[in-house]
């Protein structure tokens, strides 16, 4: 194997079909960084990070973690692509060691590189990522649509119209008011 070359971001914003509206905001597009990793013998594997951001009441609201777009851009781009540069792309245990000795949390950015490098490495040995990893746990993985918080017709509709696409598994959104909640899921 051979060394990390260069780590690239590359930024996109993707509009949803309609707003998305949960308990801590209101998303109407998808901000993601994809990261590309080149190594010195110029194979490229490549990562995503999807934070999720939306407008809350009092401006931009994080949801997964405290990770927001720009500050995974600047986590990535400041602190994590300059150590693993030069690194064995195959030592996943000393890349994870020196990401920790320069930032604390930051999850999503994390992945986009591990997802990166395990997708590099797959493609170098052919084999999918998942046999790096330890091999396939499962064969089949049920997909979940989100239905966001709207009026009850609103998520009834939404709700028949992502089992009527396929999906098994639906899941409801709240928080705003517990009463409201319940009484919506008993529809």
Do not use: W
């Not at 594997?45 to 401006?59: A, F, M, Q, S, V």
């Not at 490495?121 to 989100?146: C, F, M």
Request: aromatic share 6%; charged share 25%.
């Amino acid at each position: 194997m051979t060394s990390i070359r260069k780590v690239e971001l590359l930024e996109a914003t993707i509009p949803r079909k309609s707003a998305f509206e949960i308990s801590r905001g209101t998303f109407v597009a998808a901000h993601r960084i994809f990261v590309r990793v080149t190594l010195e013998d110029g194979s490229i594997g490549y990562g995503e990070c999807g934070t999720l951001e939306g407008k809350g009441d009092r401006g931009a609201v994080a949801v997964y973690s405290e990770e927001t777009f720009g500050s995974s851009r600047t986590v990535l781009a400041e602190q994590i692509a300059p150590v693993i540069l030069g690194m064995d792309a195959t030592n996943f245990a000393q890349i994870h060691r020196s990401i920790a000795d320069v930032t604390l949390m930051n999850p999503q950015a994390r992945a986009a590189i591990d997802i990166a490098l395990h997708d590099e490495v797959g493609k170098s040995l052919g084999v999918p990522a998942y046999v790096l990893l330890g091999g396939a746990y499962r064969t089949r993985i049920p997909l979940a649509q989100s239905v966001g918080v709207r009026s009850d017709q609103e998520v009834v509709d939404s709700a028949r119209r992502v089992v009527a696409e396929g999906f098994h598994v639906v899941k409801l959104k709240g928080g705003r008011d517990i009463h409201e909640d319940v009484r919506r899921i008993e529809l």
